[in-house]
């Protein structure tokens, strides 16, 4: 069973297009998360979800915005497509949150695992 | 704020020989420090990461890493390099928190036979 899995795999469309790319996880973990990869290999961290809530929401135009009906599923929807979101977009998972964790847990143990990405290309 | 650097875009090793992967962080607050992978045409995985627990950390596939606080470093070390070591590797930095979290620009390593 696949642990972290997105779809499309592909997404091409036009500009001002609105999309969205679905993220789900079966590992029963409470963080989720959205990065980008751009043509040259950038990585960036988009944002951080802990049981529905917001922990990380970095320089992202308020075009992109995460949904997440439950806490297996963060998905990420993109209005008013432009040509700079071209780009690879990761979904991942972790049980506790990156560089944070609950009072008595030991966040060294936890480990996070991606997704296959999602490949957008914006025409 | 908080900011990582890796020294050296790209990194040729032989294999069997000792690889090496420099990182050094910038951060006002005690850091997460983190090392991620990504095989050619292939997501990310998470090798391995310092959390204010043991300076020396263990990872997956024979890596290592030392947090130095006086050197401001997070190197990735393994002791012999073998073929399928081949792929980018990314360092990061979180605030404790997590609420801030930062990636390196990559190293890519190439181990020649």
């Known amino acids: 069973d696949t642990a972290v899995s997105q779809t499309p795999k592909y997404l091409v469309t036009q500009m001002g297009n609105d999309k969205s790319i679905k993220c789900e996880q079966n590992?029963?973990?409470?963080?989720m998360y959205w990065y980008k990869q751009d043509s040259k290999k950038f990585l960036k961290i988009m944002f951080s979800?802990?049981?529905?809530?917001?922990?990380i929401n970095e320089t992202v135009p308020n075009r992109f915005s995460p949904k997440s009906p439950d806490k297996a599923h963060l998905n990420l929807h993109i209005n008013s497509l432009e040509l700079g979101d071209s780009a690879v977009y990761f979904c991942?998972?972790?049980?506790?949150?990156?560089?944070?964790?609950?009072?008595?847990?030991?966040?060294?143990?936890?480990?996070?695992?991606f997704g296959p990405g999602t490949r957008l290309t914006v025409l | 704020a908080q900011s990582v650097t890796q020294l050296g875009s790209h990194v040729s090793v032989s294999e069997g020989a000792l690889v090496l992967l420099r990182c050094n962080y910038s951060s006002s607050v005690p850091p997460y420090l983190f090392w991620y992978v990504q095989y050619p045409n292939q997501g990310l995985q998470l090798l391995l990461k310092y959390t204010s627990a043991a300076t020396l950390v263990k990872g997956i596939n024979g890596f290592e890493a030392e947090f130095k606080k006086s050197e401001t470093s997070f190197h990735l070390t393994k002791p012999s390099a073998h073929m399928s070591d081949a792929a980018e590797y990314f360092c990061a930095v979180s605030s404790n928190t997590g609420n801030q979290f930062y990636f390196g620009t990559g190293t890519s390593l190439t181990v020649i036979p």
């Open positions: 991942a998972s972790s049980q506790e949150a990156i560089g944070g964790g609950a009072v008595g847990r030991d966040p060294s143990t936890d480990t996070q695992y």
């Open positions: 590992l029963g973990h409470d963080t």
């Open positions: 979800y802990n049981n529905k809530e917001l922990i």
